[in-house]
């Protein structure tokens, strides 16, 4: 079973607002990835956790904090955000980076989100 | 460094007919893996195929096939028999072995487009 599930699907929040997106997968993959995409544009990474510490962290704004409670579950809190966050958040996970090179990253159906 | 080209921003292919959606990378690591992935409108960005540097022979997966070209440095995925269920954008993406842990660099993107 290769699922990632991602909740919710749809999210509108204005600016004052804090909300979390959820991931989560039991394919016993170790390592797991936030990304943003805007419309008709590659995915950009923004965070990944490997065992459950975070590992790379691409300069994103503290308004998005991310959270990895066990190997299973991938949270994204939310607080304060601009409407030029508004974008597709997509989850993602693989067998743990810098293992072999084909480890392939599985992605959620993602959730769009909405910045008022 | 890695670098991913995608120069198609759009195609279009008859139904049923075969399709070939180019893809070029750069990169200084000796050894990557090379992947595609198809993204519907609904969002979801789904594997399709993987291709290792050293690998000898073509991956291929279903009416999916990767034209591997260590020498020019390109990934050329080939759908094959298209259907209208192909219509979706396509990444291509690479991972080298001595990228940052987790780090995948994805190309442009080209949109597909299956008529009928």
């Known amino acids: 079973d290769t699922e990632v599930t991602q909740t919710p699907k749809h999210l509108v929040m204005g600016m004052t607002n804090k909300k979390s997106l959820k991931c989560e997968q039991h394919?016993?993959?170790?390592?797991m990835y936030w990304y943003k995409q805007k419309a008709k544009k590659p995915p950009e990474l923004m965070f990944v956790?490997?065992?459950?510490?975070?590992?790379i962290n691409e300069s994103v704004p503290s308004r998005f904090s991310p959270e990895c409670p066990n190997s299973s579950l991938l949270n994204l809190h939310l607080h304060a955000l601009q409407p030029e966050d508004s974008a597709l958040y997509l989850c993602?996970?693989?067998?743990?980076?810098?293992?072999?090179?084909?480890?392939?990253?599985?992605f959620g159906p993602g959730t769009r989100l909405t910045v008022l | 460094a890695q670098k991913i080209t995608q120069t198609q921003p759009g195609m279009f292919v008859q139904e049923k007919e075969a399709v070939t959606l180019d893809c070029t990378y750069d990169t200084s690591d000796p050894s990557y893996g090379l992947f595609w992935y198809k993204q519907p409108s609904s969002g979801e960005m789904i594997f399709l195929i993987y291709?290792?540097?050293?690998?000898?022979q073509n991956a291929t997966e279903g009416r999916y096939s990767l034209n591997f070209q260590k020498a020019r440095k390109s990934a050329n995925l080939v759908i094959s028999a298209s259907q209208l269920g192909d219509s979706a954008m396509y990444f291509c993406?690479?991972?080298?072995?001595?990228?940052?842990?987790?780090?995948?660099?994805f190309g442009d993107g080209t949109t597909l487009t299956v008529k009928p």
């Open positions: 394919m016993g993959h170790r390592a």
């Open positions: 291709q290792g540097s050293y690998d000898q």
């Open positions: 993406a690479m991972r080298g072995h001595n990228t940052n842990a987790g780090k995948s660099t």
């Open positions: 993602a996970s693989s067998l743990p980076p810098g293992g072999a090179m084909t480890d392939t990253q599985y």
């Open positions: 956790y490997s065992y459950e510490k975070l590992s």
